[in-house]
């Protein structure tokens, strides 16, 4: 009886330690999505910046077309695969993110039913040791209750007995 109210307060105390474990989870996750979303941003205006950049108005040397057209093709090149190695990196963060979030969700839920195997063990523990405890009180009081009268004892009881029925009338 004693050892499954303490294992109930053992699985209760290690549910507390999951539930603190999956909080501080979800904080260092929302931190990381809010790093994420500030690394997408910086991203966004690196390629607004690129794509909103004009090649500067030819006024040195207007015999060299290429000088004065701005960024190279390999320049062009480079930026790209900067954006797109950053994209990818951007894109594998975020489907990381993504099964973080189905994980934990599916530890909350799993947290969640132990939870309730403890609720339902701990009625059920209640309940058997209300039902103990009514049949020691029954055993206790049976053992109070004195044994039949002796049978010389009988007579005396019995006119005991109708004594008091006939005061009572």
Same mark, same amino acid.
Do not use: C
């Given at each position: 009886?004693?050892?499954?109210?303490?294992?109930?307060?053992?699985?209760?105390?290690?549910?507390?330690?999951?539930?603190?474990?999956? !909080?501080?989870?979800?904080?260092?996750?929302?931190?990381? @999505?809010? /790093?994420?979303?500030?690394? @997408?941003?910086?991203? &966004?205006?690196?390629?607004?910046?690129?794509?909103?950049?004009? *090649? *500067?108005?030819?006024?040195?040397? =207007?015999?060299? *077309?290429?000088? !004065?057209?701005? =960024?190279?093709?390999?320049?062009?090149? /480079?930026?790209?695969?900067?954006?797109?190695?950053?994209?990818?990196?951007?894109?594998?963060? &975020?489907?990381?993110? /993504?099964?973080?979030?189905?994980?934990?969700?599916?530890? @909350?839920?799993?947290?969640?039913? &132990?939870?309730?195997?403890?609720?339902?063990?701990?009625?059920?523990?209640?309940?058997?040791?209300? @039902?103990?405890?009514?049949?020691?009180?029954?055993?206790?009081?049976?053992?109070?209750?004195?044994?039949? *009268? /002796?049978?010389?004892?009988? =007579?005396?009881?019995?006119?005991?007995?109708?004594?008091?029925?006939?005061?009572?009338?």
């Amino acid at each position: 009886m004693n050892t499954t109210h303490t294992s109930g307060t053992q699985e209760t105390a290690h549910l507390e330690k999951l539930r603190d474990q999956i !909080s501080t989870d979800i904080e260092t996750m929302h931190q990381k @999505e809010a /790093s994420l979303r500030e690394y @997408e941003q910086k991203l &966004r205006n690196l390629v607004d910046q690129v794509q909103n950049t004009r *090649p *500067p108005q030819a006024t040195v040397a =207007p015999h060299h *077309p290429q000088a !004065s057209a701005g =960024p190279t093709q390999n320049d062009v090149d /480079s930026a790209w695969e900067k954006y797109n190695r950053a994209h990818a990196l951007l894109e594998a963060a &975020r489907r990381g993110l /993504s099964d973080d979030r189905l994980a934990l969700k599916d530890r @909350e839920e799993q947290v969640m039913i &132990r939870e309730q195997e403890v609720a339902r063990r701990e009625a059920w523990v209640k309940v058997r040791e209300a @039902e103990v405890a009514a049949k020691t009180k029954a055993l206790e009081e049976a053992a109070a209750k004195p044994a039949k *009268p /002796s049978f010389t004892m009988a =007579p005396f009881q019995a006119a005991k007995n109708l004594l008091h029925i006939g005061k009572a009338t």
